[in-house]
């Protein structure tokens, strides 16, 4: 029988016989007052000087005014902030970036910090299950700053010891609705450090038109669209490939189309060449003068073309052995780019087992060897399902448009994309909303980046075909 010792506290048994127990009281040390004092007084001065630091308007203005009002009267202060306010507002005016850098954004990032995050942080990570109890102690994860850009809130996150980035990329949708945005993505700043993007408006509500032809020759990166802060989309066709997945009415075409038109002037200076597979003769055939003849809508037209493209790799591939390692786009050796649109219809849906074996071999063989010599491939297809594109991982850099379900998310971007906020599956149906809006993951970053590609209509593509057939 176990007996227990009398106390206030919980014992531990050590060793026990019929009749007693042997029992160990844990002995309880007591921080000394002052140790206690001087640890959070010091806590507390670190805390106030991060605050002057990143705050110093914020901190400045209700400090003078107070000062203001202790030693003149309220009527002075209350003169002061009208002051403070009017100067602020015709700053703003005058000059709105200056005003956004030194003081706009500063004080929007006070604001949300004491308004949203330090208000609602404990119960959001609570319910969240961030937050942590070990022995009857909480442990809280702890929140290091916030700062706001023109279109987000950036907040650093300090993990609890322990925590993966998994327990947080899990719970991107309760972060989410907690403080009140429609969408968070997450990433790794260093050990222990995550930094938590909150968008507040969406730069790519809107259709974006197509973008004025480039002025000048160049084979990318080409500008296509808006990235999701706003800034210029530049997608790198030279030196890899890329791969586009979307269901109907998704948008694939814009990115295909906005392609062309930014190395329009590079085409039309010989520097160069668009070779297109259009197998369901409705995309790419809007515009095949461009192409140059090299035009393929038959699936034997299209394996003849591939391996036309296969043949030129080889043979710059023996040219430039030993000599150069990178290619360098010239009227001698232009760059040429691969256009499939819907390959699965050559891979996959192909009825004839010796054309589609020949097909696949051609892409798999380009997509292995051929950015290095100048042969990209960029392809889109509607299903990205491994049966349909056993190949889908040789493509470097991937888009994801809208998908109809979350588990494609990983076939097209990759494992742990969705979690880090890819939520193709959440892109609207309606065109006017979603077409041409998507989640690229680059080969330089594991981080998906929302994007927009410009719709390029087919009066701009008329243009397009105009402008080169007088240039030629």
């Not at 959001?124 to 702890?142: E, F, I, N, Q, T």
């Not at 140059?292 to 493209?309: K, V």
Request: one cysteine or more; charged letters at 20%; proline letters at 6%.
């Amino acid at each position: 029988m176990f007996k227990k010792m009398p106390g206030d506290e919980p014992h531990r048994i050590v060793s026990t016989t019929p009749d007693t127990a042997v029992v160990f009281k844990p002995a309880v040390i007591e921080t000394p007052a002052i140790l206690t004092f001087l640890f959070y007084g010091l806590r507390g001065l670190i805390a106030l000087v991060r605050t002057l630091y990143r705050h110093p308007i914020a901190c400045a203005v209700p400090v003078t005014l107070g000062l203001t009002w202790t030693r003149y009267g309220w009527p002075y202060a209350a003169s002061l902030l009208g002051f403070i306010v009017l100067a602020l507002a015709s700053w703003a005016f005058l000059h709105r970036p200056s005003f956004n850098r030194w003081a706009g954004l500063r004080l929007l990032a006070w604001w949300r910090l004491m308004s949203t995050y330090r208000r609602h942080w404990q119960s959001v990570m609570d319910v969240s299950g961030l937050a942590k109890r070990v022995h009857g102690r909480g442990y809280l994860p702890r929140l290091v700053k916030v700062t706001c850009d023109g279109w987000a809130d950036r907040v650093t996150v300090k993990m609890l010891k322990g925590q993966a980035v998994k327990d947080w990329t899990d719970r991107t949708d309760n972060l989410a609705h907690g403080f009140g945005v429609t969408s968070c993505r997450i990433s790794m700043i260093k050990g222990g450090r995550l930094l938590l993007v909150f968008p507040r408006t969406d730069p790519l509500a809107s259709p974006i038109p197509a973008l004025p032809i480039p002025g000048i020759p160049t084979v990318g990166p080409v500008e296509i669209g808006k990235q999701e802060d706003g800034s210029p989309l530049k997608l790198k066709v030279h030196g890899t490939h890329v791969l586009i997945a979307g269901a109907t009415g998704a948008g694939k075409g814009s990115f295909l189309w906005s392609t062309i038109r930014g190395l329009l002037p590079a085409m039309m200076a010989g520097l160069v060449e668009v070779w297109a597979l259009d197998p369901k003769l409705m995309e790419l055939s809007f515009g095949r003068e461009l192409f140059q003849g090299r035009y393929a809508a038959g699936p034997a037209d299209c394996a003849e073309l591939l391996d036309e493209a296969v043949s030129v790799m080889q043979k710059r591939a023996a040219r430039f052995s030993g000599h150069r390692r990178n290619h360098v786009a010239t009227v001698e050796d232009p760059f040429v780019l691969v256009l499939v649109d819907e390959v699965a219809f050559l891979t996959a849906y192909q009825q004839d087992k010796q054309l589609r074996q020949r097909i696949s071999a051609a892409l798999a063989t380009l997509a292995t060897q051929g950015r290095s010599v100048g042969v990209g491939v960029m392809a889109a297809l509607q299903d990205p399902r491994k049966e349909v594109m056993n190949i889908r991982n040789l493509f470097p850099d991937k888009i994801a448009l809208r998908l109809d379900e979350s588990e494609q998310v990983a076939m097209v971007l990759g494992d742990g994309a969705r979690d880090r906020g890819a939520h193709a599956d959440y892109i609207s149906p309606v065109p006017e909303l979603g077409a041409g809006v998507a989640y690229m993951r680059l080969e330089t970053s594991p981080d998906p980046i929302r994007v927009r590609a410009a719709y390029v209509s087919d009066s701009d593509i008329r243009d397009m075909v105009e402008l080169f057939g007088r240039a030629a």
